[in-house]
């Protein structure tokens, strides 16, 4: 047993100084970085690609914890491992052959998650929960970073607890979006164990402290395997 993951989303740090920050998460007590790809179609917003990754892969001493915000993402799943991922996480939404794509991801080496945006229900994963090694709950719409968190996701972390629990899967649940010291004991209490930060740690005046509280709050969760 340890203690929930934290995993700082990097969409939201100082690019301009992008090796302190990974030396700043490699040193604090974070478990993953977080790293969010946009292509401007699955969402209206582009971020980075292969190359970024392959970058901070060279730096970086933790896990690599991609989620793929694009179109078509099992045209690029091999191209992402390459770059370093070792966790890739596409979206219910934009996967035609869910359950295809997954098994690509597993057959990469990675770590196979999906996500679901704010109005997908989680009933919809229940074919394929078993498969699967994290589901990543969106608790804003995906594309930007500083968005308001929608509370509404707190339910659906529950309901998907309980399908995990119920049907004996392994899967770790991820919250991603608007989360923060104000949110983060709800969101484990309702069976969260992976919260992924991005404004309330990058913007804030000591992002080492901001990391640490986030480990510090809540409850004891299975270990990532």
Not at 99 to 106: D, M, N
Not at 115 to 126: D, G, K, R, W, Y
């Amino acid at each position: 047993m340890k203690k929930h993951l934290v995993a700082p989303s990097l969409l939201a740090a100082d690019f301009l100084h992008l090796a302190a920050e990974i030396k700043l998460v490699n040193e604090s007590s974070a478990d993953w970085f977080h790293l969010d790809v946009m292509d401007g179609r699955f969402v209206p917003n582009i971020s980075y690609g292969m190359d970024i990754i392959a970058a901070i892969k060279t730096q970086a001493t933790k896990p690599l914890d991609v989620h793929l915000m694009i179109e078509e993402p099992e045209k690029y799943i091999t191209a992402f491992r390459k770059a370093g991922a070792d966790v890739i996480t596409v979206h219910y939404e934009a996967c035609r052959h869910l359950h295809r794509v997954v098994q690509e991801i597993k057959e990469s080496g990675a770590q196979a998650g999906v996500a679901l945006n704010p109005h997908t229900p989680v009933a919809l994963l229940e074919d394929i929960i078993e498969d699967l090694d994290l589901v990543l709950i969106m608790s804003v719409n995906p594309g930007f970073g500083g968005q308001k968190f929608i509370y509404q996701s707190i339910p659906k972390i529950k309901q998907l607890h309980e399908m995990i629990t119920v049907r004996n899967a392994t899967a770790l649940i991820e919250v991603d979006g608007g989360v923060g010291q104000q949110n983060a004991q709800q969101l484990l209490l309702a069976g969260a164990q992976v919260l992924v930060a991005g404004s309330s740690v990058f913007k804030s005046d000591d992002p080492n402290l901001a990391i640490q509280r986030l480990k510090d709050t809540g409850h004891e969760v299975h270990k990532f395997v």
